[in-house]
């Protein structure tokens, strides 16, 4: 593992520890440095500001394992990662979420599920008969996205009292033939 690896695991360390008892916005540059012992100089070589390093934890501790999940076949089991992850760090995306931050939660699940989306249209379109357009495929990516980000908002913002399994439930019947159907509607 490379020096400046070692140095954002860190800091994101530092950071996740922070979170646990004090708000996102009233934690500081120099709580993170001071947490973890190093210089503000060493942050910024890193991160402009405590919100990139946010973006980098929920990027790094997320995208790696969901990569393989982004198909027709398997991407609920992508929806489980996100979930356990968001379970697993409850009190740090509640946080997030209830915080100045929360616009870096909900544009790292939209980008976390529009990735996994569109690995899935991909899919999708192999087996139609006709040609599914890049911007099709791109909005309808796009626009369910934004239904699971909301899903998963609500559920955080609900102290996550529904189980991770009803969650992921619920989202798959509502994409259940509805990505396909769409598909076929706007290209027909």
């Known amino acids: 593992m490379s020096s400046s690896l070692i140095t954002k695991n860190a800091l994101a360390q530092s ?16 709580m993170v440095t001071d947490a973890c012992g190093v210089t503000r100089h060493t942050f910024y070589n890193h991160f402009h500001d405590v919100y990139e390093l946010l973006d980098w934890i929920f990027e790094n ?9 982004c198909r027709l076949s398997n991407w609920k089991e992508g929806l ?8 697993e760090n409850r009190v740090i995306c509640t946080n997030t979420c209830r915080s100045m931050g929360r ?18 249209i991909e899919d ?16 309808v990516s796009e626009f369910y996205s934004y239904a699971i980000t909301g899903e998963f908002l609500k ?34």
């Open 80 to 87: 489980m990662i996100v979930l356990n992850y968001t379970q």
């Open 124 to 139: 999708i379109s192999k087996d139609l008969t006709t040609v599914v357009e890049e911007n099709i495929k791109k909005e």
């Open 61 to 69: 501790e997320v995208i790696d394992e969901l990569d393989e999940h």
């Open 15 to 30: 950071l996740k520890s922070l979170m646990m008892h004090h708000s996102l916005n009233k934690i500081s540059v120099k």
């Open 103 to 120: 616009e870096h939660l909900e544009l790292f699940l939209y980008k976390t599920f529009t990735r996994a989306l569109t690995g899935v």
């Open 155 to 188: 559920w955080i913002n609900n102290g996550m009292k529904e189980s991770k399994e009803d969650v992921a439930d619920r989202i798959a019947r509502m994409l259940d033939g509805t990505i396909l159907y769409m598909i076929k509607k706007i290209t027909a």
